[in-house]
């Protein structure tokens, strides 16, 4: 498969959430790259120091668990299941693995990995800007409709004739009425 021929939308899907950052399992970086996951891990292996823990990390159990049950990851039949927990790389990881992989595709691809992170980085600052929006609207509104029912109050309490008062009879009326 050709660079090119690799949709951004495919790339963007391979993004997930994972400790608050925006990740990619080592088998889907390694599959966009066109090596096998081994030798992906094995040549960040080979250069752990370029590595640090905010371009890479190994999830835990419970993280894996979550994924694989959000996105049916589990491939069915023997020899299909992974024996390690799977590593996930951040943005920079992503570059920092073309780059220890030296190949012209990986090259390539990691053009694509950048331009995925940075288009769900602005898909996600335009949801909190709508987000934002949406709180601010929802409070002037709630102010409108707090004035509005007051308003409609008043109306109806100045429709309303005011219950007339018992007045007192006109002319004399004895002190002891039994």
Do not use: C
């Not at 399992?25 to 599959?31: F, G, I, Q, S």
């Not at 030798?39 to 835990?60: C, G, T």
């Not at 996930?88 to 950048?114: K, N, P």
Request: proline share 4%; glycine share 4%; hydrophobic share 40%.
């Amino acid at each position: 498969m050709k660079a090119s021929m690799v949709p951004l939308e495919r790339v963007v899907s391979r993004i997930f959430r994972v400790r608050g950052q925006k990740v990619m399992l080592d088998a889907d970086l390694a599959e966009l790259y066109g090596v096998t996951t081994k030798r992906l891990n094995e040549q960040v292996k080979r250069n752990a120091d370029r590595f640090p823990r905010d371009f890479m990390f190994q999830m835990n159990v419970k993280e894996h668990d979550s994924l694989r049950s959000q996105n049916a990851t589990l491939k069915r039949g023997r020899g299909q299941h992974r024996k390690y927990l799977p590593y996930v790389f951040t943005e920079h990881g992503a570059i920092m693995a073309a780059a220890v992989l030296d190949s012209e595709r990986a090259v390539q691809i990691s053009i694509y990995v950048v331009r995925a992170f940075v288009q769900l980085r602005e898909m996600l600052s335009s949801n909190k800007q709508f987000a934002r929006k949406l709180n601010e609207l929802e409070r002037k509104l709630s102010t409108h409709d707090r004035a509005i029912t007051e308003l409609i109050e008043a109306i109806r309490q100045l429709m309303t004739p005011p219950e007339p008062k018992k007045k007192r009879p006109i002319g004399f009326a004895p002190w002891g009425d039994k």
